[in-house]
T-cell receptor, first 114, second 114 residues
């Protein structure tokens, strides 16, 4: 398995509270990604990073922010969680972002917002 | 956002049967990837395809990169109970700047009756 650890694995919180999810990798890969997975929508890219302090938006970035201060850690923050952000969140990494470089996934964080 | 057309949506088969699934797109891709996701886990890469017409095997799995570069197929031979899961296709191509995102299918859910 690729060395990707997501924490927490499960979280239940209330609407309006801030939430931070962490992705930690031991592969020294340059690219890191955050996805959400919802029934009927598949995997949708939230944000990605192509290096320390270098990030960009994906297709569903509204309501989310990210930070990458070290190669190994990529944080996803919901500043004020809403029920529509209840989902399973996956972190992925790739050695480079070049076409042909597969992404490898962590085991996900199941987030419920009440 | 853009998605691939993956079919069938679900399959229920008897152990020992062969399985076929496919993904199509109106766009050309440079890379096709096939992943499998087990319950409670992240997607795991099964096969990566890099060249039009390429046929690649991984054990009982065989995948092909369509000659038009707009489709891909995954076949599983002699299915076994541990083949149960959701299979995703993903296509990758170059976009402007650092954006080399994956486009995902919605998945094929496979159930195997022992």
């Amino acid at each position: 398995d690729a060395g990707i650890t997501q924490s927490p694995r499960h979280k239940v919180t209330e609407t309006g509270t801030p939430v931070t999810l962490r992705c930690h990798q031991t592969e020294n890969h340059r690219y890191m990604y955050w996805y959400r997975q919802d029934p009927g929508h598949g995997l949708r890219l939230i944000h990605y990073s192509y290096g320390v302090k270098d990030t960009d938006k994906g297709e569903v970035s509204d309501g989310y922010s990210v930070s990458r201060s070290k190669t190994e850690d990529f944080l996803l923050t919901l500043e004020s969680a809403t029920s529509s952000q209840t989902s399973v969140y996956f972190c992925a990494i790739s050695e480079t972002g070049e076409v042909g470089q597969p992404q490898h996934f962590g085991d996900g964080t199941r987030l419920s917002i009440l | 956002g853009q998605q691939l057309n993956q079919s069938p949506q679900s399959m229920f088969i008897q152990e020992g049967e062969d399985v076929s699934m496919n993904c199509t797109s109106s766009s050309i891709f440079n890379t096709w990837l096939w992943y499998k996701q087990d319950p409670g886990e992240g997607p795991v890469l099964l096969i990566a395809l890099y060249k039009a017409g390429e046929l690649t095997s991984n054990g009982r799995l065989t995948a092909q990169f369509g000659i038009t570069r707009k489709d891909s197929f995954l076949n599983i031979s002699a299915s076994i109970p541990s083949d149960v899961g959701i299979y995703f296709c993903a296509g990758q191509r170059l976009y402007a700047g650092n954006n080399r995102k994956l486009i995902w299918g919605l998945g094929t859910s496979l159930a195997v009756n022992p």
